[in-house]
């Protein structure tokens, strides 16, 4: 049997470890027991784990390969044509080994059952492996796919796309080059003036067989300089449910990718912004998308502001376009951005969304913490069946925060909280990753009076969150939200 193997990052040993060995007692207990346990061994091949591992040994046992994990990489042999799973990424440090394209192209092609495929085409940023829409051909279970760094020469990306249509239902393409929307068959509508239709069918008469992937129902594109197109493959996707889209330039007509998801995407309830786009461009709206891209309303909205600094404010104006439907909001300004969020149009998601079980909102409110929590009291709430609340009111104006300086931390300002002892109710919930000190950063008494107070009555809310800190109605740390 082969030893022990332990891979390092640094001077640090990796968490996982392949060590076969620890199965050697039980080989030797019967062959019924070696039959059954060898596959279990060899299910997972990850590179970085297994690097150490005689090219004979993994060569002999790649047949027992479900799940293939290669970031760098040898080029084998392999024999492995029943993966599960394939993840192929280049590993970019000076002295790495990297699995040849030969080698990634025939993996692929050998495994026509594979249901995920994550595929890095190229280790440079400014050159693409070229895409071959025969690779794809007779992969007829695939289910996930996920390309990167690859360049659509002459179409191949549409090609490829449509030899899987028919299995595919996730897909996510991150820094693909080359792509046009010339590229789509003749006749493919993509919301242009004029079309008001559901339907993804092409013109009668147009002469060309449009593509379509009738059961995408997740998908992630990137908005960049070198290929603004790859968003209006959404109208191509008449079973989306889940759009998520990552800006980095803000060059493009948010009005009519609305018009195609509205028009095309009828069952659209997810919409994910994820703004990264460094220079103000007048007439960039990400609110005319969040407002006329769904026709029958969104359940999940989730922004995050990258760059701040030229993110649109008051998007929460443009989110109360879905108050009857929306289910859960998030809205992230990861910078201090003063005045992100209206006080008033916080209390209006409060009130007006009665459906919402999630509310994050993360940036300046325009005022102290405490005079935004006692401003939300002004008026019932209408979501009697919020779940998690959480507010991070970075950048505060007015003086006061939540922490509210050292003046704040005297000892009738403190209270006696924490994952074991209750404060009107709630406890402190146990972070295993919170870089807050419990003594350096405990909340002053006032404070959590206050916000406790703003959410009596709300019997269905197990957490909320203020400036970093989390509480919970148990003392299990078993339970966690998910914001």
């Known amino acids: 049997m082969v030893q022990s193997v332990t891979t390092k990052w640094g001077n640090i040993d990796s968490i996982r470890r392949f060590q076969p060995n620890t199965f050697h007692a039980c080989f030797l207990v019967c062959k019924l027991w070696y039959r059954t346990l060898l596959p279990i061994l060899w299910r997972e091949y990850d590179f970085e784990e297994m690097q150490r591992v005689p090219t004979r040994i993994i060569t002999r046992y790649s047949l027992l390969f479900r799940h293939f994990r290669s970031h760098g990489g040898c080029d084998g042999p392999f024999n492995c044509t029943l993966l599960e799973s394939l993840d192929m990424r280049y590993d970019v440090a000076s002295k790495a080994t990297n699995m040849s394209m030969q080698t990634q192209r025939t993996l692929v092609r050998m495994n026509p059952g594979v249901e995920v495929l994550q595929w890095e085409g190229s280790e440079a940023s400014k050159t693409r492996a070229r895409l071959d829409e025969t690779d794809f051909e007779q992969l007829d279970n695939i289910r996930d796919l996920q390309l990167d760094r690859w360049n659509s020469y002459q179409g191949s990306l549409v090609k490829a796309l449509g030899t899987m249509a028919r299995t595919l239902e996730r897909l996510e393409l991150s820094g693909v080059h080359g792509f046009k929307e010339s590229d789509l068959p003749k006749g493919q509508p993509q919301g242009r003036k004029g079309d008001t239709g559901v339907s993804g069918g092409a013109d009668k008469g147009s002469g060309g067989c449009e593509l379509v992937l009738p059961i995408v129902k997740t998908l992630r594109v990137p908005y960049f300089p070198k290929n603004t197109d790859l968003i209006y493959l959404a109208g191509c996707c008449p079973d989306l449910q889940q759009f998520t889209v990552d800006i980095t330039i803000a060059r493009f007509d948010m009005s009519r990718l609305a018009s195609t998801l509205k028009n095309h995407c009828p069952r659209l309830s997810i919409l994910v912004i994820n703004d990264n786009h460094d220079e103000f461009e007048r007439g960039f709206s990400i609110g005319s998308l969040i407002r006329g891209c769904s026709l029958y309303g969104l359940s999940t909205i989730k922004f995050a502001a990258m760059t701040p600094r030229n993110s649109e ?91 509210g300086g050292p003046a704040w931390r005297t000892l009738s300002n403190t209270v006696d909280i924490s994952s074991t002892t209750s404060f009107m109710g709630w406890y402190r919930h146990p972070q295993d990753s919170s870089i807050l000190h419990d003594e350096e950063d405990a909340p002053s008494k006032l404070c959590l009076k206050e916000l406790f107070g703003m959410v009596k009555g709300q019997d269905r809310l197990q957490f909320v969150a203020l400036n970093l800190v989390s509480y919970s109605r148990s003392p299990d740390p078993r339970l966690s939200a998910s914001w």
């Open 313 to 403: 404010r008051d998007l929460l104006c443009s989110i109360l376009a879905h108050s009857a439907t929306l289910e859960h909001i998030t809205v992230d300004y990861f910078c201090e951005l003063q005045g992100a969020f209206d006080p008033k149009e916080i209390l209006r998601v409060l009130v007006e969304c009665r459906r919402l079980k999630t509310l994050s909102l993360s940036g300046s409110a325009g005022m102290s913490t405490l005079a935004t929590l006692k401003f939300l009291q002004g008026q019932p709430w209408g979501c009697h069946g919020l779940e998690q609340l959480a507010f991070d009111f970075d950048g505060e104006i007015g003086g006061m925060g939540m922490m």
